[in-house]
C-alpha cells in the first residue's frame, strides 16, 4: 500500500481485489483502509524548533487547509 502525499486523518483508502473473499463465489472484496494519523502532545525543544523552522518555509497560498493547523503550532510555541 502506497500512501500519497498530503493524506488527511479520516481519509479513505480502497484496496481493490485486497478484502475478504465472499463465501459462496470465492471473489474477494475490496479492502477500505480508514487513516488514523495521530500528532504527538509533548515535544521536545528540538522538536518545537524544528516544527517552527518547517512551519515559516510552508506557502499557506497552496495549502489553505494548514493554515489553521500551523497558526495553532506557532500559537503553541509562542512565535
Do not use: C, Y
Not at 11 to 31: A, E, H, M, Q, V
Amino acid at each position: 500500500m502506497t500512501i500519497a502525499v498530503g493524506t488527511q486523518h479520516g481519509d479513505l483508502l480502497r484496496l481493490s481485489g485486497k478484502g475478504l473473499p465472499n463465501l459462496r463465489t470465492g471473489r474477494r472484496g475490496d479492502l477500505a483502509v480508514v487513516m488514523m494519523i495521530e500528532v504527538p502532545k509533548k515535544l521536545t525543544e528540538k522538536q518545537k524548533k524544528l516544527l517552527g523552522a518547517f512551519a515559516e518555509t510552508e506557502d499557506h497560498r497552496f495549502m489553505p487547509e494548514s493554515t489553521t493547523f500551523w497558526s495553532k503550532i506557532k500559537e503553541h510555541l509562542g512565535a
